[in-house]
């Protein structure tokens, strides 16, 4: 398993945007599948973004499609999730997820797929 630490959440006005990271160590990012999910209280934890090991192609949710963009640097074992365009609804505690394996199509974001989990970081936007 590898371990994960999240940074970069914080508070925003609505229309701002936050650039959330996630160091990686114990394995590298082309042997994982790498995702963000995100949690309310009223909320199951949903998939929000997932970049493919091999080919580091991505896919979003519906409801971050053209606002968040997931990447990573290889050099520095770090995903990303640039969020703009936030909205008040996109307040949550924000999670990196690993799934070990070697893909070129983003996996679903099937929970139980996910090995590793860092603790998450809270987003919250101002209306």
């Known amino acids: 398993q590898v371990q994960l630490v999240e940074s970069g959440g914080g508070s925003v006005e609505a229309g701002g945007s936050l650039t959330l990271s996630c160091g990686v160590s114990?394995?590298?990012?082309?042997?994982?599948?790498m995702a963000w999910f995100r949690q309310t209280p009223e909320n199951e934890r949903e998939g929000v973004a997932i970049i493919a090991s091999v080919s580091g192609d991505t896919r979003y949710a519906d409801s971050v499609k053209g606002r968040f963009i997931i990447s990573r640097s290889i050099t520095n074992n770090t995903v990303y999730l640039k969020m703009n365009g936030l909205k008040v609804e996109d307040s949550a505690i924000y999670y990196c997820a690993a799934m070990w394996g070697r893909f070129n199509v983003p996996p679903p974001f099937t929970r139980m797929n996910f090995n590793s989990w860092g603790r998450g970081t809270q987003v919250t936007v101002s209306s």
């Open positions: 114990g394995d590298t990012l082309t042997n994982n599948n």
